[in-house]
């Protein structure tokens, strides 16, 4: 038998445990953590946005927004990572 075609311990209609729900929500906060980041990375980038012509939105919320952003998604990253030794 090949070992990924082994039956898996959760059949098909089984509910998600407690465990898998808030595993997903972390990965959900990471997501949209990071999609923030990225965004607000290039609306303050001085390059990237004025090489295409667009002007940049250098005010201090976006520079917050992405001070913040960038820790949660290092911080949720890391305590998402088990195995993690420091």
Known sequence: MRPFAQKSERT?????????KLIWLV???????MTLCVASGIAISG???PELGIATLQTPFWF???????????????ANTPDLTV
């Open 12 to 20: 098909a209609r089984s509910r998600p445990s407690g465990h898998d």
């Open 27 to 33: 990965n959900l906060a990471l997501l949209f953590a």
């Open 47 to 49: 390059v990237a946005l």
């Open 64 to 78: 917050r927004l992405h001070a913040l952003t960038a820790e949660v998604t290092v911080g949720v990253g890391l």
